[in-house]
């Protein structure tokens, strides 16, 4: 067995020994699964550019895109240029721009790629200034540029919109507007402040429950544009409320990092389908237990998904609007790319402690492709950090 020595909360060093047998890569379709499955997919940096990783991306495009291949293979879909590529937090506008002609340019390669698009105002900077009608504006270039491509769109939360808006009814307004232009049904993204504190105060109202009411009147008033709707709110009672209550036509797609093995199997009432970031990063395991699923056995889905519910709960703790830098670290552990380096060198917003820690999770989750590379792999990243192991 594997065996290496690991940081503790209290300072010590104590030897870990590693326990998981790996959930083994496992093609299947996505017409395997009961399910729609999006993974928001992480972007590859290039660690070799010259540049200011502060101030300007570079991205590894052939690892970035070889990622989406893979998630395909697995099954699920692709939600990308999201929250998990760092849009906001080190990609911007004209970087996911060159992310999507690409993404799209491959799915168009193969028969079974699912794939949808992140568009919001994020190339607009909040402001005094900013109308409502900039607003409408800027949405309106991102998603003409999707369309364009032949995309589908995730239509996601605007920082530009929570700062100018006045009510709920300038919320209605835009969506309104958006939604009656837009040529195929979209997926609306609520994102939470947990995730991004912009955001705060969405729909126009800090209470999530009366924010959910403007959300739900704009979905029902044009529900033939809404294909779902994914929320991020990290409870399982705000997702099951809303979802009990959205138009028949109309998915939950959970975006509950917390809660999304039960969210996904569902109750005698419904289920979520998901958009997770969390997919990214344990996409065999999801592959799998999607595929026992939808074979009838419950009881395996929940033995090869629960386990990862703790790791995912640990990257995804507060400051939550951090947990790339562990999707991205189990990417390296597991040898999908060469370096733990990340756009924006957001590499550096974990501890040291918590990456130990995932470490242990991800054993015990048994989502570490191969013992020995993810052991090699952390005793360079604590070699970094003055640990000897």
């Known amino acids: 067995m594997a065996k290496i020595s690991l940081p503790n909360p209290d300072r010590t060093i104590a030897p870990y020994t590693l326990t998981g047998t790996p959930i083994p890569f496992v093609r299947h379709a996505a017409t395997d699964f009961p399910r729609i499955a999006f993974a928001a997919a992480h972007v590859v940096a290039d660690p070799l550019a010259s540049n200011d990783p502060w101030l300007t991306p570079a991205i590894d495009w052939d ?7 893979r998630l395909w293979d697995l099954g699920l879909g692709v939600a990308e240029a999201m929250d998990t590529a760092q849009r906001g937090m080190g990609l911007g506008w004209p970087e996911a721009q060159e992310l999507i002609r690409r993404s799209q340019a491959e799915a168009r390669t193969r028969k ?16 005094p200034d900013v109308t409502i009608d900039d607003i409408i504006a800027a949405y309106e270039e991102q998603i003409g540029f999707v369309e364009g491509q032949g ?8 920082r530009a919109l929570a700062a100018a808006a006045k009510s709920p009814d300038d919320y209605v307004k835009v969506y309104a507007r958006i939604l009656t232009q837009v040529k195929q049904p979209v997926i609306i993204h609520w994102l939470g402040e947990m995730f991004d504190p912009a955001l705060a105060g969405y729909w126009g109202s800090p209470d999530h429950l009366d924010a959910m009411e403007t959300c739900l009147d704009v979905i029902a008033t044009h529900a033939d544009k809404v294909d779902g709707i994914k929320i991020s709110l990290l ?10 209550r959205l138009p028949e036509t109309v998915r939950m797609y959970t975006g509950d990092d917390f809660n999304y093995a039960e969210l996904i199997a569902g109750d005698d009432a419904g289920h979520s389908d998901a958009l997770l970031g969390i997919f990214d990063a344990i996409a065999p395991a999801a592959s799998a237990a999607l595929s026992a699923l939808g074979k009838g056995s419950e009881n395996e889905f929940f033995e090869l998904l629960e386990p990862t ?32 380096a990340m756009i924006g060198g957001q590499q550096s917003t974990r501890s040291l402690q918590h990456l130990a820690e995932l470490f242990r999770l991800a054993d015990k989750a048994r989502v570490l492709a191969d013992p020995d590379l993810a052991v090699e792999r952390m005793k360079r990243v604590l070699a970094v950090n003055g640990v000897a192991s």
């Open 112 to 127: 079974d790629s699912l794939i949808a698009y992140g568009t919001g105002t994020d190339h607009l900077i909040p402001g």
């Open 63 to 69: 690892r970035t895109l070889a990622f989406r291949h």
């Open 235 to 244: 409870s399982k009672e705000k997702e099951i409320s809303m979802r009990r």
């Open 309 to 340: 519910v703790p790791l995912s709960r640990h990257i995804f703790a507060a400051p939550t609007r951090f947990y790339k830098t562990g999707v991205v670290f189990l990417a390296y552990l597991n040898g999908l790319q060469d370096h733990f």
């Open 151 to 158: 995309g589908r769109i995730i239509l996601m939360a605007s």
